[in-house]
Each structure stands twice: as structure tokens, then as C-alpha cells.
């Protein structure tokens, strides 16, 4: 406890006290400038940018591949279903800024629908992941054997880290199954 001492007007501390006082001081200014600097550089949005997310038809998909520069980042949850018989996410870099989230979802025949939802764009931060975007809509198709669905993300952060995760679906011979899938850590270099 710390005992002020008035003497004519003025506050005494005793010496002892000064001391201890400077070395709380110290130690709070030390916490605020080891976290701080990276916690302002690196600060969340307030909320998801679900804006953020440009989702492009199968016509479009075609232009995003050609001037995507893929390096995959493929899921990293293992392949385990019944009615798919591929199913991947990647990341890769788009020439025209941010990067693309691409998802492909095959099915073992003609499914009344297949498609991709649950959109979940993740950055990394010195305290864990923090969700950026998100498109909980997603994007289909109806009676076919596949789909990919391409997700521009533009406002990303150069040296930042991003991960996506997406839940893949079909309805086929009157059953439903979703798989859900995350990628592996992508750094975006501008």
C-alpha cells in the first residue's frame, strides 16, 4: 500500500516508495512496448469483411485460374467420405492483388446439388486466428458430378498470414454430406 505523506502543501513519498513506484511504472511501459508495437501493427478488423469476398462464377473461373500464380496450400484435413471422391481448398496468389480461395468438390455421380459454404477466411495474429471474411451463403450447382467455386479475397495484408476453411456439400441418391476442410497456413507476398 502506498502511504502519501502532505508536508507543507507538498506530497512526500518516502524513498523506498519512489522506488517501487518507478519499477511498476517500468514494468507496465515494458509490457505495453513489447505488445504493443505488434498488437497496433497487426490489430483485427472489428468484425468479418464479408464485402471482401468476391464470388465468382463458373464462367469468371476461368479468368481467375489464368491469372492466379498457384502455389497450393491444400487442405490439410484427411479425405474420408462416402459420396466424394475429391475434395480440396488452395490459396494462391492473384496477380491483380489479394488472393484466391479456390475449392473443388467432386462427387462419385450425378448429385442434385454440389457446391461449397461456410466461407471462412482466417489471419493469423500474435495471439491466434482471427476470422477476416466470411460467406456463409457459398456457391452451387445442380445436377452434376462437380464444381469449383473460386473466392477473390482483395484486401489482404502483405507478409500476413491467411488460412481458409470451406465446408463442401452434396445432396445425391437422396442423402446429403458435407465435408469440412482447412488449409494449411498461406503467407501473402504482394
Same mark, same amino acid.
Given at each position: 500500500?502506498?502511504?502519501?505523506?502532505?508536508?507543507?502543501?507538498?506530497?512526500?513519498?518516502?524513498?523506498?516508495?519512489?522506488?517501487?513506484?518507478?519499477?511498476?511504472?517500468?514494468?507496465?511501459?515494458?509490457? *505495453?512496448? @513489447?505488445?504493443? #508495437?505488434? =498488437? !497496433?501493427?497487426?490489430?483485427?478488423? $472489428? /468484425?468479418?469483411?464479408?464485402?471482401?469476398? *468476391?464470388? @465468382?462464377?463458373? #464462367?469468371? =473461373? !476461368?479468368?481467375?485460374?489464368?491469372? $492466379? /500464380?498457384?502455389?497450393?496450400?491444400?487442405?490439410?484435413?484427411?479425405?474420408? #467420405?462416402?459420396?466424394?471422391?475429391?475434395?480440396?481448398?488452395?490459396?494462391?496468389?492473384?496477380?491483380?492483388?489479394?488472393?484466391?480461395?479456390? #475449392?473443388?468438390?467432386?462427387?462419385?455421380?450425378?448429385?442434385?446439388?454440389?457446391?461449397?459454404?461456410?466461407?471462412?477466411?482466417?489471419?493469423?495474429?500474435?495471439?491466434?486466428?482471427?476470422?477476416?471474411?466470411?460467406?456463409?451463403?457459398?456457391?452451387?450447382?445442380?445436377?452434376?458430378?462437380?464444381?469449383?467455386?473460386?473466392?477473390?479475397?482483395?484486401?489482404?495484408?502483405?507478409?500476413?498470414?491467411?488460412?481458409?476453411?470451406?465446408?463442401?456439400?452434396?445432396?445425391?441418391?437422396?442423402?446429403?454430406?458435407?465435408?469440412?476442410?482447412?488449409?494449411?497456413?498461406?503467407?501473402?507476398?504482394?
Amino acid at each position: 500500500m502506498l502511504r502519501l505523506f502532505p508536508v507543507s502543501g507538498r506530497i512526500l513519498l518516502s524513498r523506498q516508495r519512489i522506488q517501487k513506484l518507478l519499477r511498476g511504472i517500468c514494468a507496465v511501459f515494458l509490457a *505495453l512496448a @513489447l505488445s504493443g #508495437a505488434e =498488437a !497496433a501493427a497487426a490489430s483485427p478488423p $472489428a /468484425e468479418p469483411v464479408s464485402g471482401g469476398i *468476391l464470388v @465468382l462464377d463458373p #464462367a469468371a =473461373a !476461368a479468368i481467375v485460374t489464368q491469372d $492466379a /500464380e498457384w502455389t497450393t496450400y491444400y487442405a490439410v484435413v484427411p479425405f474420408s #467420405a462416402t459420396y466424394f471422391t475429391n475434395c480440396n481448398v488452395s490459396l494462391a496468389k492473384h496477380v491483380q492483388g489479394g488472393f484466391v480461395v479456390k #475449392a473443388i468438390t467432386q462427387t462419385v455421380g450425378t448429385a442434385s446439388v454440389v457446391g461449397t459454404k461456410n466461407l471462412v477466411i482466417e489471419r493469423s495474429y500474435w495471439y491466434g486466428w482471427a476470422t477476416v471474411a466470411t460467406d456463409s451463403a457459398g456457391s452451387y450447382t445442380t445436377n452434376a458430378t462437380s464444381y469449383t467455386a473460386d473466392y477473390w479475397y482483395l484486401p489482404a495484408v502483405d507478409g500476413a498470414t491467411y488460412r481458409a476453411s470451406v465446408t463442401h456439400y452434396t445432396h445425391i441418391y437422396g442423402y446429403t454430406e458435407e465435408l469440412p476442410q482447412t488449409t494449411a497456413s498461406y503467407v501473402y507476398n504482394a
